[in-house]
């Protein structure tokens, strides 16, 4: 979803511990009035995103746009510092195992959020809960699935009771998108709250809050003088948060210094140039971003829904496709080698990572096969050419996404073994429309909840994945469980392994690229332009 997913002086851009870039533009020079902040500047920072919006309610998105807003004005138990993946109390006191399948909090006292109103359990235990309940296509529940039960005892005690004892990410899952505390008093309990609704009653306890807000136009944000969490208080006078449908006009105000800091997201072409700039400087970094695509297994060519419906034909068709495709071609040729090519589900630099792929698909070493491919098809009598019907997003995944499938589509019909029907839709109406069955295959990038290589498996394949494409697989389910609960290292790291492995038979997903992260920071900007974590915090940068 989840970049995900998702991401965790910082300015962390949903990084983990891989390769990546920056970019550092000298003499940017952005920002007006006087907020009245005490620490560091008083002139609001100007931030410049492509990203969308899809709900700033924690139930109703896992999308990196929406969380980048979560993570500056919603608080959570346990979060990631500054220059680390690992997390540790926030808003909380502690946070423990008092046994092996219950996960006690203990809160701070006096938490309040910026309407006044009190943050006790009782709040946290209905941020989960609805979650659970809610259950949106397009949110985050399924990082819940080894949620059992909430019991509050007194108003800072939460015991978080789990199906499977000695959960490994658990503590990762508490400063996760599914994992923002809200207001009960504002929240509804069993469906997605308007956005409006939320900035109204300002439900926010978080290092900002949002002084106005105009969806995917313009965000205002201001310091939270009474937040209690863990992380550095703003050293800025606020945010001003603008985003370009466009990234040709994010690059001109880059350009012209009417913006501070931009992200997500530039084509290569762009960043190419702004890099031979000598008013830019890239700096090198870490970045956990992985593209792909979803196959679903309804209504995909032969899905179980179709009228042709065969699994073995339908299995016929993604093991051809991953034949046919060319990585190293589409890294090099679109993206100008700021991504590599991937060949498994967990990016390479995680503990566990294989390239289950490179060795079943192509011709063994990553390249492309077509008669390999044809056999394939052949063998499980599918006629050619097979018509594949790919959608894909050029807004949400940056401008480079329709020169990105057109590749795709030309290695795909190349040897005629496949017929590729190419379109694209706007985000909002995409992330809702991949969830309903319209799309048989398309694309989807993640921007990952917390560095552990889980956050790449479970939200994929469990039962109810959030990707929502009807694999359902119960041997890689209880793989899951088990990798999950694996207290021995080099056991837990063998049993990932499996998982890809087993994954990678099935094609439920076909991995193409691993990303590195992109930012531009103007030289009047103090603070770190990329941490160890998996978040995007404007705290503490400060002019």
């Known amino acids: 979803m ?29 920002g007006g009035g006087d907020t009245g902040s005490d620490s560091g500047s008083t002139e609001p920072l100007v931030v410049g995103t492509t990203d969308k919006i899809s709900s700033i309610d924690p139930a109703g998105s896992y999308d990196n746009g929406s969380f980048a807003v979560m993570n500056q004005v919603y608080p959570f138990l346990l979060n990631s510092q500054y220059g680390t993946s690992d997390v540790t109390p926030d808003i909380a006191e502690s946070g423990e195992f008092t046994s092996p399948t219950e996960y006690t909090v203990k809160l701070k006292s006096g938490l309040k959020f910026a309407n006044g109103h009190d943050l006790t359990s009782s709040d946290v235990k209905f941020s989960f809960d609805r979650q659970v309940t809610i259950a ?12 059992d039960s909430i019991a ?34 504002v929240f509804s309990a069993d469906s997605v709250t308007p956005d409006d609704t939320i900035v109204e009653g300002k439900a926010f306890a978080g290092q900002y809050t949002i002084d106005s807000y105009k969806q ?9 003088a009474d937040y209690q969490g863990s992380l550095p208080k703003p050293e800025n006078g606020g945010i001003s948060a603008k985003y370009y449908a466009d990234a040709s006009n994010l690059k001109l105000d880059v350009q012209s210094g009417a913006i501070d800091v931009a992200f997500r997201s530039l084509s290569a072409t762009d960043i190419a140039d702004l890099s031979s700039n000598d008013a830019v400087k890239v700096v090198d970094g870490p970045g956990g971003e992985i593209r792909y695509i979803v196959f679903n297994f309804d209504t995909m060519p032969f899905g179980a829904t179709t009228p042709e419906a065969d699994a073995a034909k339908s299995l016929a068709v993604r093991q051809a496709a991953a034949d046919l495709i060319d990585r190293q071609a589409i890294a090099t040729d679109v993206y100008k080698d700021t991504y590599s090519p991937l060949y498994s589900y967990v990016p390479q630099g995680l503990a566990g990572a294989n390239e289950a792929l490179k060795g079943l698909y192509g011709d063994g070493s990553g390249m492309p096969d077509a008669a390999k491919a044809k056999a394939t098809l052949e063998a499980a009598g599918v006629p050619t050419p097979v018509t594949l019907n790919l959608q894909y997003n050029g807004d949400h995944y940056g401008p480079s996404s329709g020169d990105e499938y057109a590749a795709i589509k030309a290695q795909l019909e190349k040897d005629g073994l496949f017929t590729v029907n190419l379109a694209q839709t706007e985000w909002v109406q995409y ?9 048989p295959a398309y694309q989807l990038g993640w921007f990952p909840d917390y560095s552990d290589a889980d956050n790449y498996l479970t939200p994929f394949f469990s039962l ?3 990707l929502g494409n009807h694999y359902d697989n119960a041997d890689v389910q209880k793989m899951l469980i088990d990798q999950a609960t694996q207290t021995d290292k080099a056991t837990r790291e063998q049993e990932i392994g499996e998982i890809q492995d087993a994954v990678a038979a099935d ?25 160890g974590s998996f978040k995007f915090r404007y705290a503490p940068l400060h002019k």
Not at 515 to 525: E, M, N, P, T, Y
């Open 2 to 30: 989840t970049l995900h997913h998702s991401g965790r002086g910082r300015l962390g851009l949903a990084l983990g511990a891989f390769g990546a870039s920056a970019l550092v533009l000298a003499g940017c020079s952005a």
């Open 136 to 147: 949106d296509p397009n949110g985050p529940s399924s990082l819940l699935g080894n949620l």
């Open 152 to 185: 509050t005892p007194d108003d800072t005690t939460v015991v978080f009771t789990l199906k499977n004892g000695n959960d490994q990410v658990w503590p990762q899952i508490l400063s996760s998108p599914a994992a923002p505390i809200v207001d009960e008093e």
């Open 216 to 224: 995917n136009e313009l965000i205002s944000y201001v310091p939270y």
């Open 431 to 439: 992330s809702k429309d991949r969830t309903a069955d319209v799309y």
């Open 464 to 466: 109810d994945n959030f």
């Open 507 to 531: 094609l439920s997903t076909l991995p193409l690229l691993q990303g590195k992260q992109v930012a531009i920071v103007g030289s009047s900007v103090e603070g770190a332009v990329l941490d």
